[in-house]
């Protein structure tokens, strides 16, 4: 369904993707772990063009771009077939909670209101929000917030739907909610590829797990074989520090 190969990207002197390849298929659950400053972020924002690689392919089922020969149609197809969550929450602070959720059905899918009110009251239903519709940014919590971000986003019906590390920003007690919304989600059957620090939440709800160190694919593999059994070494080091902070 998704694939990207040989991604570079450098941000001044920095070369932070060196060479990503990666695949993804309908339905898969992909968690990325891997140290901070490694590109994680980098590499979902490459998806949708919000960060610009230098080099390298993507294909998103028929559509194909070379990123060194940028194509404005690619980008918009592939960005209307994707949804992305955001480490600090996306949403829109002088609009209602239905407001955020309704924005992009109104906005980019040139839907009625009618219709987007709708679509945004079913998925608050699914994220445990139908009692804050009306409320303001202002008046929720971080995992209020945050399920609001996930709300909009499962509103347009993404094919892949990216998360960033969505539960970083939260209070520990927080966190909880957010990731019982994310499981949900991602056991919907939605593909799904997810930066998180949360290893144990990730060996339960991924199928594979994609490891990424100093701007490349360092390691993947099943759950079973990147926490059981890491054979390299970079990634047995940096689980053993994962756990030793927790
Ligand atoms: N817009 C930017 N401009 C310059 N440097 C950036 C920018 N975004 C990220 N970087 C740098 O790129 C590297 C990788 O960042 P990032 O993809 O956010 O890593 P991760 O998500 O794995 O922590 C870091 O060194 C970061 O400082
Ligand atoms: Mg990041």
């Given at each position: 369904m998704l694939e990207i190969k040989n991604l570079k990207l450098s941000y001044g002197n920095t070369q932070v993707l060196n060479g990503v390849d990666l695949s993804v298929n309908r339905g898969d659950v992909v968690s990325i772990i891997g140290p901070s400053g490694t590109g994680k972020t980098t590499l979902l924002k490459c998806i949708n063009y919000l960060a610009r690689p230098a080099s390298g392919t993507i294909a998103f089922d028929q559509v194909r771009m070379d990123y060194r020969k940028p194509d404005n149609t690619a980008v918009q197809a592939i960005r209307l077939r994707t949804a992305m969550v955001f480490q600090q929450f996306n949403v829109f602070k002088n609009m209602t909670v239905i407001q955020n959720v309704m924005d992009p059905l109104v906005v980019v899918q040139r839907k009625s209101k009618d219709e987007a009110r709708s679509i945004a009251l079913q998925e608050l239903e699914r994220v445990g929000l139908s009692n804050k519709i009306d409320s303001y940014p202002s008046q929720l919590s971080g995992g209020q917030l945050q399920r609001t971000g996930i709300a909009r986003a499962l509103a347009v019906k993404p094919d892949v739907m990216l998360f960033d590390?969505?539960?970083?920003?939260?209070?520990p007690e927080l966190v909880g909610e957010v990731l019982k919304v994310i499981r949900d989600v991602t056991s919907s059957g939605i593909t799904s590829l997810l930066v998180t620090h949360e290893m144990q939440f990730a060996k339960n709800i991924s199928n594979r797990i994609v490891f990424m160190d100093r701007g490349v694919v360092a390691a993947q593999g099943s759950p079973a074989e990147i926490f059981?059994?890491?054979?390299n070494p970079r990634l047995a080091q940096f689980l053993s520090s994962e756990h030793s902070i927790q």
């Open positions: 590390e969505p539960t970083s920003s939260l209070d059981d059994t890491p054979s």
